[in-house]
Protein backbone atom coordinates (compact mmCIF):
# COMPACT_ATOMS: atom_id res chain seq x y z
CA UNK A 1 0.00 0.00 0.00
CA UNK A 2 3.21 2.18 0.20
CA UNK A 3 2.71 4.96 -2.38
CA UNK A 4 4.61 7.16 -4.62
CA UNK A 5 1.88 10.17 -3.94
CA UNK A 6 4.37 12.48 -2.10
CA UNK A 7 6.29 12.10 1.14
CA UNK A 8 4.98 9.15 3.42
CA UNK A 9 5.96 9.29 7.54
CA UNK A 10 7.33 6.22 8.01
CA UNK A 11 5.91 4.90 11.53
CA UNK A 12 8.18 4.66 14.84
CA UNK A 13 8.84 1.07 15.82
CA UNK A 14 9.46 0.71 20.02
CA UNK A 15 10.22 -2.29 22.01
CA UNK A 16 9.97 -3.38 25.35
CA UNK A 17 13.07 -5.53 25.64
CA UNK A 18 12.88 -8.14 28.82
CA UNK A 19 16.08 -9.83 28.35
CA UNK A 20 14.89 -13.42 28.13
CA UNK A 21 16.27 -14.48 24.92
CA UNK A 22 19.73 -15.84 23.50
CA UNK A 23 21.09 -12.67 22.54
CA UNK A 24 22.50 -14.16 19.07
CA UNK A 25 19.07 -15.07 17.85
CA UNK A 26 17.42 -12.28 19.31
CA UNK A 27 15.85 -10.42 16.70
CA UNK A 28 14.80 -7.13 18.26
CA UNK A 29 18.61 -6.49 19.11
CA UNK A 30 19.24 -7.41 15.83
CA UNK A 31 16.81 -4.60 14.94
CA UNK A 32 17.85 -1.94 17.12
CA UNK A 33 21.52 -2.43 15.97
CA UNK A 34 20.76 -1.47 12.54
CA UNK A 35 18.78 1.75 14.47
CA UNK A 36 15.28 0.32 12.66
CA UNK A 37 13.94 0.19 16.45
CA UNK A 38 14.12 2.01 20.15
CA UNK A 39 13.98 0.46 23.33
CA UNK A 40 12.13 1.93 25.51
CA UNK A 41 10.38 0.77 28.98
CA UNK A 42 6.76 0.25 29.97
CA UNK A 43 6.01 3.96 31.83
CA UNK A 44 7.24 5.00 28.84
CA UNK A 45 4.23 7.99 27.64
CA UNK A 46 4.39 6.48 24.05
CA UNK A 47 2.99 3.05 25.73
CA UNK A 48 -0.07 4.84 26.34
CA UNK A 49 -0.82 6.12 22.36
CA UNK A 50 0.95 3.48 20.29
CA UNK A 51 -0.50 0.19 19.21
CA UNK A 52 0.93 -1.97 21.81
CA UNK A 53 0.98 -5.86 20.14
CA UNK A 54 -0.39 -7.99 22.46
CA UNK A 55 -1.32 -11.62 21.49
CA UNK A 56 -4.23 -11.97 24.55
CA UNK A 57 -5.99 -8.60 23.05
CA UNK A 58 -9.82 -9.31 22.02
CA UNK A 59 -8.98 -6.50 19.62
CA UNK A 60 -7.30 -7.69 16.15
CA UNK A 61 -4.81 -5.18 14.12
CA UNK A 62 -6.55 -3.56 11.23
CA UNK A 63 -5.99 -0.96 8.31
CA UNK A 64 -8.02 1.42 10.79
CA UNK A 65 -5.17 1.04 12.47
CA UNK A 66 -2.80 2.84 10.25
CA UNK A 67 -3.37 6.57 11.66
CA UNK A 68 -2.65 5.48 14.90
CA UNK A 69 0.81 3.32 13.58
CA UNK A 70 1.40 6.66 11.43
CA UNK A 71 1.37 9.13 13.96
CA UNK A 72 2.60 7.24 17.49
CA UNK A 73 4.01 3.44 16.11
CA UNK A 74 3.90 0.41 16.68
CA UNK A 75 5.42 -0.93 20.25
CA UNK A 76 6.27 -4.94 20.71
CA UNK A 77 7.03 -6.77 23.86
CA UNK A 78 10.12 -8.91 23.70
CA UNK A 79 10.25 -12.03 25.95
CA UNK A 80 10.32 -15.49 26.39
CA UNK A 81 7.37 -17.07 24.93
CA UNK A 82 6.70 -19.02 28.56
CA UNK A 83 6.72 -15.41 30.74
CA UNK A 84 4.32 -14.05 28.54
CA UNK A 85 1.39 -14.66 30.42
CA UNK A 86 3.46 -13.27 33.86
CA UNK A 87 3.65 -9.44 32.15
CA UNK A 88 0.55 -7.29 32.52
CA UNK A 89 -0.25 -6.18 28.84
CA UNK A 90 -3.94 -5.01 29.52
CA UNK A 91 -3.39 -1.92 31.19
CA UNK A 92 -2.62 -0.14 27.63
CA UNK A 93 -5.50 1.59 25.38
CA UNK A 94 -4.45 0.51 22.17
CA UNK A 95 -3.40 -3.35 22.77
CA UNK A 96 -4.16 -5.37 19.24
CA UNK A 97 -2.97 -8.66 18.42
CA UNK A 98 -2.30 -10.22 15.09
CA UNK A 99 -4.42 -12.58 13.11
CA UNK A 100 -3.17 -16.23 13.17
CA UNK A 101 0.39 -16.69 11.24
CA UNK A 102 3.20 -19.28 10.96
CA UNK A 103 6.47 -18.26 12.01
CA UNK A 104 9.24 -18.76 10.03
CA UNK A 105 12.16 -17.77 12.55
CA UNK A 106 14.58 -20.57 12.79
CA UNK A 107 13.51 -21.36 16.78
CA UNK A 108 9.81 -21.55 16.34
CA UNK A 109 9.35 -22.15 12.66
CA UNK A 110 5.91 -23.72 10.89
CA UNK A 111 4.67 -22.74 14.72
CA UNK A 112 1.30 -20.97 14.74
CA UNK A 113 1.62 -17.74 16.67
CA UNK A 114 5.18 -18.42 17.71
CA UNK A 115 6.23 -14.92 16.08
CA UNK A 116 9.35 -13.49 16.73
CA UNK A 117 9.65 -9.44 17.50
CA UNK A 118 10.49 -8.91 13.61
CA UNK A 119 7.88 -10.91 12.21
CA UNK A 120 5.61 -9.99 14.74
CA UNK A 121 6.38 -6.10 13.20
CA UNK A 122 6.22 -6.75 10.48
CA UNK A 123 3.38 -8.75 10.21
CA UNK A 124 1.68 -5.37 11.67
CA UNK A 125 3.06 -3.65 8.92
CA UNK A 126 1.73 -5.27 6.22
CA UNK A 127 -1.69 -5.12 7.11
CA UNK A 128 -1.33 -1.65 7.92
CA UNK A 129 -0.14 -0.76 4.84
CA UNK A 130 3.58 -0.37 5.46
CA UNK A 131 5.09 -2.79 3.51
CA UNK A 132 8.46 -1.43 2.44
CA UNK A 133 9.00 -1.14 6.00
CA UNK A 134 7.90 -4.47 6.66
CA UNK A 135 10.13 -6.14 4.17
CA UNK A 136 13.04 -3.43 5.12
CA UNK A 137 12.89 -5.36 9.01
CA UNK A 138 12.89 -8.81 7.10
CA UNK A 139 15.60 -8.29 5.00
CA UNK A 140 17.63 -7.98 7.79
CA UNK A 141 17.01 -11.99 8.49
CA UNK A 142 18.38 -14.57 5.81
CA UNK A 143 14.43 -16.46 7.13
CA UNK A 144 12.42 -13.14 6.64
CA UNK A 145 11.46 -13.72 3.00
CA UNK A 146 10.13 -17.07 4.08
CA UNK A 147 7.31 -15.29 7.19
CA UNK A 148 6.51 -13.10 4.11
CA UNK A 149 5.71 -16.49 1.86
CA UNK A 150 4.48 -18.54 4.47
CA UNK A 151 1.62 -15.88 5.58
CA UNK A 152 1.09 -15.08 1.75
CA UNK A 153 1.63 -11.27 2.39
CA UNK A 154 1.82 -9.51 -0.83
Known amino acids: ?86 INLTRFKKERKLPPLLAANPTNYGKWEKLSSVEALAAALYITGYDNLAEELLSKFSWGIQFKILNNFK
Open 1 to 86: MDSGNGPMKIPKLYCIHHGQCDPKKCTALKLKKANLINFIDEKNRIMQHAIVLNPFSLREISINDRDIIRRHGIVVIDCSWNELSS
